[in-house]
């Protein structure tokens, strides 16, 4: 990953709004790892520094109090496009959606979202799903009980991403990693 003044900005930026977050995976984990394991995925394959800007951004407007506006105003619009579009809605006409009900929302945002943001939410799925796999390896099936829903929803919500990824990028390097540990994930559930 290049350390351009904007991805350095981004990287305090994301690390300042995550700040005592942690992630429920392998005992643990400050979030921020997170956001950076997504934005290392999409600058390995040469991205640019405002999509990577974005990839370390992607869960501001979903988990902290930051506004869209605010990444426009501290990087560009731009990154806030595809942030925007890589963020689950959680309310929608003054109802709070479900966990189904938002995955539905998502997919649709991803369904428009540009070949860019595509990327940034293919990334994180792997980064979800590897996670998942990881933590499964050490704990076994105990760890199905600890997730917030049944592993046949993720299973669901991960293979609509890995459809709309094979249509659209069908060749890409992440659509195939993603293809890949989908597979895995799929695996664990015939267990």
């Keep these: 990953m290049n350390h351009t003044p904007q991805i350095k900005k981004a990287i305090q930026f994301a690390a300042r709004k995550h700040h005592g977050q942690m992630?429920?995976?392998r005992g643990k984990l400050p979030y921020i790892v997170h956001p950076f394991s997504v934005a290392i995925l999409v600058a390995e394959d040469?991205?640019?520094d405002d999509v990577v800007t974005a990839a370390l951004l992607h869960d501001t407007l979903e988990d902290t109090d930051t506004t869209r506006e605010e990444i426009a105003k501290v990087f560009n619009e731009d990154v806030a496009v595809l942030v925007e579009s890589v963020s689950e809605?959680?309310?929608?006409n003054e109802h709070t959606l479900s966990w189904h009900e938002r995955k539905n929302e998502y997919i649709a945002l991803v369904e428009r979202a540009s070949d860019d943001a595509l990327l940034i939410a293919i990334a994180d799925k792997i980064d979800n799903t590897e996670s998942r796999l990881e933590e499964y390896e050490q704990e076994g099936e105990s760890l199905l009980k600890h997730w917030g829903q049944p592993n046949e929803e993720y299973l669901w919500f991960h293979?609509?991403?890995?459809?709309?990824?094979?249509e659209r990028l069908p060749d890409h390097r992440l659509t195939k990693r993603l293809a890949e540990v989908h597979a895995q994930e799929k695996a664990i559930s015939t267990q």
Excluded: C, N, Q, W
């Design 23 to 25: 992630r429920i995976v």
């Design 46 to 48: 040469g991205a640019s």
């Design 89 to 92: 809605i959680k309310e929608k």
């Design 159 to 166: 293979g609509e991403v890995l459809k709309i990824a094979e």
